[in-house]
């Protein structure tokens, strides 16, 4: 029972540079979420997804883009890196229900820009 | 805009002791509450929930309270263990399937 699987585990980019974070869940659920822990700080949320074909922004999605062409799948992408995007990055996902359901994290990706 | 917050950055106990996390919440619309651990180099782990129409709510060894008048969440942890080092976050649900997280307390329990 894999549950929510990041892809890769670390990366270190130079500043300029785009690369594509990858997120797999294999319980079915129809909510995915990315968000990014800095040192001392709580999950900050980039984008979420309430389903297939769905995004939508979160408190800090500027220089970030998602999608979700596949309900198991949410990729989060960075463009042309910066140093403020060194950080550990997220994914989880959850049940949509009539009540809210909590959500279940992956390992995260380590993130550097240098 | 909205934000949970938490009044102990560390919190240092001795095995064997209860531990008690606070935590603070803006949002007095928040209809769900969760409690994470997340220990050294993983993702955070679902301890336990609570929604708005509770007040308390009792897991294996962890229990929740919640206070709406006061807008305060605790995390109670019974006979503390050394396996129970880690940070230890709470969420608000601001709206459906949107979470907003504490900046996290470090528990250290001391053998």
């Known amino acids: 029972n894999a549950g929510v699987t990041q892809t890769p585990k670390f990366r270190v980019l130079k500043t300029g540079q785009s690369m594509t974070l990858l997120c797999a869940q294999d319980?079915?659920?129809?909510?995915m979420y990315w968000y990014r822990q800095d040192p001392g700080m709580g999950l900050r949320l980039i984008h979420y997804?309430?389903?297939?074909?769905?995004?939508a922004k979160g408190e800090v999605p500027d220089g970030y883009n998602v999608s979700r062409l596949k309900k198991q799948n949410f990729l989060l992408g960075l463009e042309s890196a910066a140093p403020s995007q060194t950080s550990v990055y997220f994914c989880?996902?959850?049940?949509?229900?009539?009540?809210?359901?909590?959500?279940?994290f992956g390992d995260g990706t380590r993130l550097s820009i240098l | 805009g909205e934000s949970v917050g938490l009044h102990l950055p560390t919190l240092s106990v001795q095995e064997g002791d209860n531990s008690i996390i606070n935590c603070a919440y803006s949002n007095s619309a928040s209809d769900y509450f969760i409690w994470y651990k997340q220990e050294s180099g993983k993702g955070p782990q679902f301890i336990i929930d609570i929604r708005s129409n509770m007040d308390k709510r009792q897991g294996q060894r962890v229990t929740v309270l919640l206070n709406k008048t006061v807008k305060h969440l605790s995390l109670q942890i019974a006979a503390t263990q050394p396996g129970d080092s880690a940070v230890y976050f709470c969420?608000?649900?601001?709206?459906?399937?949107?979470?907003?997280f504490g900046s996290g307390t470090k528990l250290n329990v001391k053998p």
């Open positions: 969420a608000e649900n601001i709206s459906p399937g949107k979470f907003y």
């Open positions: 997804s309430v389903g297939e074909g769905t995004t």
């Open positions: 319980m079915n659920h129809e909510y």
């Open positions: 989880a996902s959850s049940f949509r229900s009539y009540s809210n359901q909590p959500q279940h």
